[in-house]
């Protein structure tokens, strides 16, 4: 005797699991506007470190800006697609999800911008005028700015994600 064929979902089910559609307003609300300023930002402070010459330190500052940008990008696109689902085990909790990437982003970005103060300090005497030598003081200093802006927008994706839990919400748009 054969064994009975697997059960399947009803057609529509398959259809609606499988399909792939742009959700409009988490592109046009304040969460995706928010994710695609991350990283512009988060671009900007990594090209910009990397396209210094940095040592010691700057490494830490360097793997944060590219682990957050590279998770947020990730965030960015499952919300976008509608594809939540697709992270075992944290579909259901997907606001909660992003509320604490941005509060663990926040916390390092502060981290990393501290360093590459630092490292702007530290190179502040090849900020005179007349100096010749190739210095790293204005990539470092423009780093450190672009790391405050990345606090500053991860705090504030953060916020607002916690009040729309506060309030029941469990989507991201």
């Known amino acids: 005797m054969l064994p009975p064929p697997p059960r399947q979902p009803p057609p529509q ?17 304040p969460l995706g506007v928010l994710r695609l300023l991350q990283l ?19 490494h830490f500052a360097l793997f ?3 682990l957050f940008w590279l998770l947020t990008l990730a965030l960015y696109f499952l919300a976008l697609l509608g594809k939540q689902e697709l992270v ?6 997907w606001l909660a999800v ?5 509060l663990l982003a926040a916390a390092l970005y502060g981290a990393a911008m501290g360093v590459m103060i630092g490292q702007t300090r530290s190179h502040s005497y090849c900020n005179l005028k007349d100096y010749q030598m190739s210095c790293a003081y204005h990539a470092f200093l423009a780093a450190a ?14 916020l607002y994600g916690g009040c729309r839990h506060c309030q029941g919400e469990r989507e991201v748009a």
Request: proline letters at 5%; glycine letters at 14%.
């Open 13 to 29: 089910a398959r259809a609606a699991r499988g399909a792939v559609s742009l959700q409009r307003a988490f592109l046009r609300g």
């Open 40 to 58: 512009l930002a988060g671009a900007a402070f990594w090209i910009t470190i990397a396209t210094s010459r940095y040592q010691g330190p700057v």
């Open 64 to 66: 944060v800006s590219v």
């Open 88 to 93: 075992p085990g944290l579909g259901p909790r």
């Open 98 to 102: 992003n509320v604490a990437h941005d």
């Open 145 to 158: 700015v672009c790391g405050g802006l990345c606090l500053g927008l991860y705090l504030l994706s953060a």
